[in-house]
């Protein structure tokens, strides 16, 4: 995953968060991103382990 998909998430969260401006959304916005971000790290642990 490239740091374009990170951007793409992350221009498209702000996108909404102007659209929507509710705090629940953050919330769910950071816990979604840190989701994607250990499902990361662990496929990439996977990889060398495996």
Not at 23 to 32: E, I, T
Not at 36 to 49: D, E, G, Q, Y
């Amino acid at each position: 995953m490239g740091p374009t998909l990170y951007l793409i998430i992350f221009l498209t969260i702000y996108f909404v968060l102007q659209l929507c401006n509710s705090s629940r959304f953050v919330y769910f916005s950071l816990c979604f991103l840190a989701l994607l971000h250990s499902r990361t790290k662990l496929l990439i642990v996977f990889l060398k382990t495996g």
